[in-house]
């Protein structure tokens, strides 16, 4: 991983995992708060629920004549004391230093929770009932240490999700970089073996050796210059060219890339030989010509040298045969990819069949492939859904 893709890596991080982060705090700062809520109204209910207790054993034990005898309260978080009318103390289970406010009902402090209740009976010294309990607060503790939790492990699982979403975002832009560079590469060698043959050739012609095979020699490498920057052009800029319809008969225009490779193939010793027969069709011209350009330049580069290359037009179906390495079966699933090479050393870049593949689609073309490996390749293209018959 280089430094751009590392610093794209750690910007879509913390964008991510701030952003959800951020997300995520707001819904547990609202969780937070209603947690609260029903803990206080529990809170609230118990004590209330306590008092009237106590306060029904009081009036029970009055109307009876007898004494009030104080007992714990059975839940140990809930405590109390009894206060007679002027506010003092009559029994307390509460802390010595506690203060109660009287002004108020139900209220609490930072560490207590209170419930005041009064009894209105002038024959009961008891009037006021204060409840205390510490539940709350221990709720409030442990709602914080389970939201702390949630936030810990939901930081954990932005981040290894964040982490595996950028892998799989920038995967694709690593790929394709990754091809360009090879692509670049690989252009640079194409090219480079028609320059230095062009440049032999030349050198040659000068010392008047042999001009006849240099002229041919300087004229093929020329035309493979020009089919590799046709290529390269096509498939940069073809998305935005408009197409041009026209009607013509694919056998002119087959038989003048037949014409035109024979030059081209003379440095590996191969011929083509072409049978073709009148086939008209309506289709733009130029990408009528990379498809079939293509496909030779693609036979030529992976025939054996001395073989030949039968090129066939008839029933609508151009037919194109090598006699070369052959495609395996693995290699027939990725050979129509942009930048895919075949596994040898006669050139290419890898987007002459890509080419292919892709106006074959644009044109509901049917596109057929057999190979034997070490024996033979043949490509077929079929016209018959553009034919258009006289």
């Known amino acids: 991983m ?48 306590a008092s009237m207790q106590i306060k029904a054993d ?11 005898t104080p007992e714990k309260f059975p839940k140990e978080n809930i405590r109390y004391a009894l206060m007679d009318k002027d506010k003092n103390l009559i029994f307390s289970y ?9 002004s108020k009902d139900i209220y609490e402090n930072s560490s ?16 006021y009932i204060v409840m205390e309990s510490c539940q709350l607060q221990r709720d409030k503790n442990d709602i914080k240490i389970l939201l702390l939790i949630k936030l810990v492990i939901s930081s954990i699982f932005i981040a290894c999700i964040g982490y ?20 670049i590469k690989d252009s640079a060698h194409e090219l ?43 498939s940069a800029f073809n998305e935005i060219n408009e197409d041009v319809f026209e009607e013509f008969d694919l056998k002119d225009l087959v038989a003048e890339s037949v014409d035109y490779f024979n030059d081209i193939s003379i440095t590996k010793n191969i011929k083509i030989d072409s049978i073709l027969f009148s086939c008209f069709i309506k289709m733009d011209k130029t990408k009528t010509q990379k498809l079939v350009n293509n496909i030779i330049s693609n036979a030529i580069k992976y025939s054996y040298k001395d073989s ?58 049917h596109l057929n492939l057999k190979s034997e490996p070490k024996k033979q390749t043949i490509f077929e293209v079929d016209f018959s859904s553009i034919v258009n018959k006289k």
Do not use: W
């Not at 609202?30 to 629920?49: F, P, W």
């Not at 034990?61 to 009030?68: A, C, L, R, S």
């Not at 799989?168 to 690593?174: E, F, G, M, S, T």
């Open 112 to 127: 207590y929770n209170y419930f005041i209740t009064t009894i209105n009976e002038e024959n009961i010294p008891i009037k």
């Open 164 to 183: 595996l979403l950028s892998k799989i975002l920038l995967n694709p832009a690593r790929k394709r970089v990754e091809s360009m560079d090879k692509f």
């Open 2 to 49: 280089n430094n751009d893709e590392k610093n794209a890596l750690r910007n879509f991080l913390f964008i991510y995992v701030t952003s959800t982060l951020f997300l995520v705090s707001v819904i547990l700062y609202i969780y937070y708060g209603n947690e609260l809520k029903m803990a206080q109204e529990t809170c609230n209910m118990e004590l209330k629920n």
């Open 58 to 68: 009081i009036l029970d034990k009055y109307m009876k004549n007898k004494d009030f």
């Open 308 to 365: 030949n290359i039968e090129v066939v037009l008839e029933n609508n179906i151009l037919s194109v045969k090598d006699f070369g390495r052959g495609i395996t079966q693995e290699e027939q699933k990725e050979i129509f990819k942009r930048y895919k090479r075949g596994n040898n050393n006669e050139g290419g870049f890898g987007i002459g069949l890509d080419i292919v593949k892709r106006i074959c689609i644009e044109y509901n073309l």
């Open 94 to 102: 509460l802390d010595d230093k506690f203060k109660i406010n009287y």
């Open 192 to 234: 480079n073996t028609p320059i230095a043959v062009l440049m032999t050739s030349v050198s040659m012609l000068k010392g008047g050796k042999n001009p006849e095979k240099m002229m041919k020699y300087i004229l093929s490498s020329s035309k493979q210059i020009s089919q590799i920057y046709n290529d390269i052009h096509f």
